[in-house]
């Protein structure tokens, strides 16, 4: 995304230059998120969201959070 900085004042043009660089590198990070995310699920066979459905990692995540605890609960169980 191109912004005009012409008739800004050169604190804003730097602010502007600054911002646009960072959030390029957000949205760079976001995407690489997102398909590690989505490799993740793949990986454990879980179901992909379809075009233009919401991610919804906590979903995952609590799963794997709701097993180690079960896990750890049975490895308990055994070294009594």
Do not use: W
Not at 12 to 36: H, P, V
């Amino acid at each position: 995304m191109e912004l005009n900085l012409s008739g800004l004042s050169s604190s804003m043009s730097d602010f502007i230059e600054t911002a646009e660089s960072q959030f390029t590198d957000i949205n760079d990070s976001l995407l690489y998120a997102k398909e590690q995310l989505l490799s993740t699920l793949h990986f454990f066979g879980e179901r992909l969201p379809m075009d233009g459905e919401l991610l919804e990692p906590e979903i995952f995540f609590s799963k794997v959070g709701k097993f180690c605890g079960k896990l750890e609960m049975a490895l308990a169980a055994v070294n009594l």
